[in-house]
């Protein structure tokens, strides 16, 4: 069967999108989106034909009574582990740290890829799309720099999702965290808007071992090393 026929290919993009399709037709169509442009366009069309419908959906509040009847379900017997205490007694040692770091990968990628515009991008599902993004946050969890680059890219594009409030005197330093080694200093990234940086070789090189990235203020931009705690950081993850 030729998945890229347009009637069959938007029919398909459109129920991957709403989540209708079947377990198994979902699997068939995520590696179709793998190596097909014309499907991934076609998601993406699909992603900004929907995306109104979430903001013309006014939250609703549930009756206290529904609160109430949850905590009297969920209320453990007294002297007995319920599941959940075992299950939080299980998440400890090295678990908690490992499944932060999903949720924040996760995190990254679903908002690149599923609400691209949130973050100030354009959704280009195409051979020539971000291959590499980080997305850094403040210690509320808030977005405030994505910095997105192709694969064999010899520029760095570096927007500012909210502005950065530099200590006058110094300058915002980003950092390439490897998953083994010391930071390695990129380039100064303005308070706010947006700057391209050339980088001194290609991205694929420069990001291919760096799990994450991180901005510190310093008092030379030169500096070889950070000199304080990072005032944002985020996961480097690799579309493509």
Request: charged share 15%; aromatic share 6%; glycine share 8%.
């Amino acid at each position: 069967m030729n998945y890229e026929r347009a009637p069959l290919l938007d029919q398909l993009a459109g129920a991957y999108v709403l989540g209708t399709l079947s377990a198994r037709a979902r699997r068939r169509f995520g590696v179709l989106l793998d190596r097909s442009a014309a499907a991934q366009r076609a998601v993406a069309q699909w992603n900004d034909h929907l995306a109104p419908l979430n903001n013309s959906i006014t939250p609703v509040a549930p009756r206290p009574q529904v609160w109430q009847a949850v905590a009297q379900s969920t209320q453990p017997i007294p002297g007995r582990i319920s599941w959940l205490q075992r299950l939080d007694a299980s998440l400890s040692g090295w678990f908690k740290p490992a499944l932060a770091f999903s949720l924040g990968l996760m995190l990254t990628v679903g908002l690149v890829q599923q609400a691209p515009q949130t973050l100030g991008l354009a959704p280009i599902p195409t051979k020539s799309a971000p291959s590499y993004v980080g997305l850094l946050t403040n210690a509320q969890g808030e977005p405030v720099l994505a910095a997105t680059s192709l694969r064999r890219g010899s520029v760095l594009t570096v927007r500012l999702l909210k502005p950065l409030d530099i200590p006058p005197g110094q300058v915002a330093v980003l950092w390439a965290l490897p998953v083994e080694g010391t930071p390695i200093a990129v380039s100064t990234v303005p308070a706010s808007g947006k700057v391209d940086i050339a980088l001194g070789a290609p991205s694929e090189v420069l990001f291919s071992k760096v799990s994450r990235l991180a901005v510190s203020f310093e008092a030379n931009a030169q500096t070889t090393a950070p000199s304080g705690p990072y005032v944002i950081s985020g996961h480097c993850v690799k579309l493509w």
